[in-house]
């Protein structure tokens, strides 16, 4: 394989695919659809474009196999967020390159991810690899708004998506520590539950300048207060005390034992507060309540009738969604209404005992020794949640190398990625399909 080659080809490939603006709303995922089509026609590759509302195309594509095993479903999204162009270096839109990054919206989230699971399908194709499985390639709309045009309506309205054993998706990542050395290959088999609430307390309008008690706004700031105190309690699912354990060698000695068995470490006081200090350890290990969302009232002189709050709340799966609502109304107190205006199914995490979870493993320890793989919850939602609903095995993992600090630019300014990770990235999907389906 000529890889100076395939990464020259990738890397214009996804130029090509940044320059086609396909923010979400209105997401014109189409175009990027149609772009996909063109390059996997000119390989012989079967592909079809679905448009289940105008605009919002998503593609699918067929490597075959002979049957033997069941499909793998490599999945990406078309759409990306809004920019705000005056704070980007380059433009988000023009596939602009600069000392060996590329600059653009989606360059990490996920149009990179779309550009490699491609390049993977036409190298097994050109190389001729005898495959036990379909490689199923799909690239979707509407991820960015909840997946309605997207992996959503693909799952109620094309059968043949549910048979894919293994499914990989964007989430996780190879974590690089500051100095660029690999820290960790975070894969996600699973998320948490979306549980989203909206709050409304209702008083007595009247005069600013003649307060009483009946005023909504203070009853709502009353209840929210006591809420929002609530340290609610761990809980911790076996892939996350999977999760601590794995990183417990790279701490220091002091917390090593901490990590090796979480739930022990987590009864010292200490200990806890430290971690969950950590926003996206806090995260793993418990239910978790936001209030996003403040209105009441619209003039100086005014006490409103009525005021209301969002609460974004964010369950451990198999939490109990009842008994979570029946605390959080006993801790606001009856003068608040609480409806559910958003919420996602409990699903329980993938297994982490399978063919492909393996090959991650091999993979790892053969390039990269002593770098642990590790399971993660996401704390956010992903189209993951799709799949695993009709049983697929699916690992948010992007075989991408990334630090930290680069991947906070997801959704910001000055998204981009360093090219040498299309090299890379590809190598490894190629290498992992040919483990669970050569
Ligand atoms: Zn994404």
Request: overall charge negative; aromatic content about 8%; hydrophobic content about 35%.
């Amino acid at each position: 394989m000529d890889w100076d080659q395939l990464l020259n080809e990738a890397t214009h490939h996804l130029q090509e695919y940044i320059r086609i603006e396909t923010v979400n709303p209105p997401g014109n995922e189409i175009e990027g659809a149609r772009f996909f089509k063109k390059i996997f026609d000119g390989e012989a590759i079967p592909c079809q474009i679905y448009e289940p509302s105008p605009g919002r195309g998503s593609l699918l594509a067929t490597l075959k196999g002979d049957g033997s095993k069941r499909p793998i479903l490599l999945l990406s999204h078309i759409d990306v967020v809004p920019v705000e162009k005056e704070g980007w270096e380059a433009p988000p839109f023009a596939g602009v390159i600069k000392d060996g990054y590329l600059y653009g919206r989606g360059t990490l989230d996920c149009k990179s991810l779309g550009i490699a699971e491609m390049m993977a399908l036409l190298i097994l194709k050109r190389q001729e690899v005898k495959l036990k499985r379909d490689i199923l390639f799909f690239a979707a709309a509407d991820e960015e708004t909840g997946g309605r045009w997207g992996v959503q309506w693909a799952m109620e309205n094309l059968p043949f998506l549910k048979e894919p054993e293994y499914a990989l998706n964007e989430g996780g990542q190879i974590i690089l520590s500051d100095n660029g050395v690999p820290d960790r290959y975070a894969v996600s088999s699973g998320q948490k539950v979306i549980f989203q609430l909206q709050l409304k307390t209702r008083g007595t309008s009247g005069h600013g300048s003649m307060p009483h008690p009946d005023n909504p706004n203070v009853k709502l700031i009353h209840g929210l207060e006591t809420l929002t105190r609530w340290e609610t309690p761990y809980r911790i699912l076996p892939m996350v005390k999977e999760y601590f354990y794995k990183m417990a060698p790279k701490q220091p000695s002091y917390e090593r034992g901490f990590f090796e068995d979480i739930e022990k470490g987590l009864n010292d006081p200490s200990f806890s507060i430290w971690l969950t200090s950590n926003p996206i350890y806090n995260a793993m290990l418990r239910n978790t309540i936001s209030l996003t969302i403040l209105q009441g009232g619209s003039k100086a002189n005014v006490i409103p009738s009525d005021a209301t709050a969002t609460l974004d709340c964010r369950l451990i799966p198999g939490t109990d969604k009842k008994e979570f609502l029946k605390e959080i109304k006993r801790r606001l107190g009856d003068e608040i209404e609480v409806e559910v205006i958003a919420e996602s199914d409990s699903l329980p995490p993938s297994s982490l005992d399978t063919d492909l979870y393996r090959a991650i493993q091999k993979f790892a320890s053969e390039n990269d020794p002593g770098c642990p793989v590790v399971p993660s919850l996401l704390p956010g939602a992903t189209d993951s949640r799709f799949l695993r609903e009709c049983g697929i095995i699916t690992y948010d993992f992007c075989p991408f190398r990334v630090t930290e600090k680069e991947s906070m630019r997801v959704h910001g300014n000055n998204e981009r990625i360093d090219l040498e990770n299309l090299r890379s990235g590809t190598k490894m999907l190629v290498e992992i399909i040919k483990e669970v389906a050569a």
